[in-house]
């Protein structure tokens, strides 16, 4: 008998509905043809939700995504909203998400498939097979922190306030997190931070050791400052599994370590919660890309960063490997039978739309199935 799981949709803003559109067919295809089933439930998020409830965010979708087996989200945010109050921004949809779902774990591959390997800014050489997982603190760090705001001072003039805190709590599970995802992979774990000028980086890279000696001495650790990682990713990315690191640092490494891939378009990340009393963590899934205004309605935004965060919520929400592989092998054969958004376009192969990827990667799943 089929076991239904509630998904929420958040399309949002841009391409963000493009992209989800196209995740839906092969969501509807695996409905049809496996034994894991889903209902699914649209709303809105971001601007779309600002422009009906003045919002970015309503109570009503919130209390939805509390109640997800897992919630897909497409992208925020674009000039219309440029001006809103902060507290208003699209953005601040997202933010909340992560937040009242306590999602603290946002993992981000970095994959190169080999029929892409040309596309990367670096050398093939030194990017090619590359399979890397950042591990990025999602909830605590400067952009939570307190006090924060922007003050006046008494000669007129103001000061901007962030502030970076960090638990032992806080970066402990994180850092469970982060070894157990290695222990799968090649069992090396790189803990980074600024240890040499940050007590929070001090604080970091003292509990990541002391959980290190505790309950994973049979893997490897090594800890590295940020800004010498971000040199290794562009030198010598293939030194890296798992790096795991701050909310601000994971949000600069990550966008780094995508480039590495060759488009954003490509790139997919799931955020994970603590497990609760059934072993099921709360989960929010959606592509690296943003809204891309530029480009939405268009049919040249490319879904595969969405597709493969569906793959991502079935491999770490609903416990499909199976089914996980099975997206990312029909990826993987659309592109090697060289179909290509604007995005990735290379000399020799066929330019398609948004569209006729999701339909092309449909079929590659049949073909696959058989």
Not at 11 to 27: F, L, N, Q, S, Y
Not at 222 to 248: G, S
Not at 328 to 338: I, M, N, R, S, Y
């Amino acid at each position: 008998m089929k076991s239904n799981r509630k998904v929420l949709m958040l399309p949002g803003d841009g391409i963000g509905p493009e992209v989800m559109r196209e995740t839906k067919k092969v969501i509807d295809w695996f409905d049809k043809r496996k034994e894991v089933g889903f209902d699914l439930a649209e709303d809105l998020v971001g601007g779309a939700s600002y422009d009906k409830y003045k919002t970015p965010l309503t109570d009503e979708v919130m209390d939805k995504a509390l109640n997800a087996d897992g919630v897909l989200f497409g992208a925020v945010g674009g000039p219309d909203y440029d001006n809103l109050p902060f507290s208003e921004k699209p953005e601040r949809g997202l933010l909340r998400l992560r937040k009242e779902l306590s999602l603290f774990a946002n993992l981000r591959p970095a994959i190169v498939f080999d029929s892409l390997a040309d596309a990367s800014s670096l050398k093939k050489e030194i990017v090619s097979g590359l399979d890397i997982m950042i591990l990025r603190e999602l909830t605590g760090g400067i952009y939570f922190g307190e006090p924060r705001g922007i003050n006046e001072l008494s000669d007129g003039s103001k000061v901007g306030i962030n502030t970076e805190v960090y638990s032992t709590n806080e970066i402990r599970r994180v850092g469970e997190v982060a070894f157990e995802l290695s222990s799968k992979r090649r069992g090396l774990v790189h803990s980074v931070e600024k240890a040499n000028v940050m007590e929070s980086g001090l604080l970091w890279r003292e509990e990541i050791q002391k959980l290190y000696e505790e309950k994973f001495k049979n893997l490897k650790l090594e800890h590295m400052y940020a800004d010498n990682c971000a040199m290794q990713l562009v030198r010598d990315p293939h030194q890296f599994d798992v790096i795991v690191t701050t909310n601000l640092f994971g949000d600069l490494l990550s966008d780094i370590s995508a480039q590495l891939t060759g488009s954003l378009g490509m790139l997919p990340s799931a955020s994970l919660g603590e497990l609760n009393e059934n072993g099921v963590r709360k989960s929010l899934f959606e592509p690296v890309h943003g809204s891309a205004p530029d480009i939405a309605g268009q049919g040249k935004a490319n879904p595969i960063a969405m597709i493969l965060s569906f793959s991502m919520m079935l491999r770490y929400s609903l416990d499909r490997d199976e089914d996980a592989n099975l997206v990312e092998k029909a990826v993987t054969k659309a592109l090697e039978d060289g179909l290509r958004t604007a995005d990735i376009m290379q000399p020799g192969k066929t330019l398609i739309s948004t569209e006729q990827m999701g339909v092309e990667i449909c079929n590659r799943l049949d073909q696959l199935a058989v």
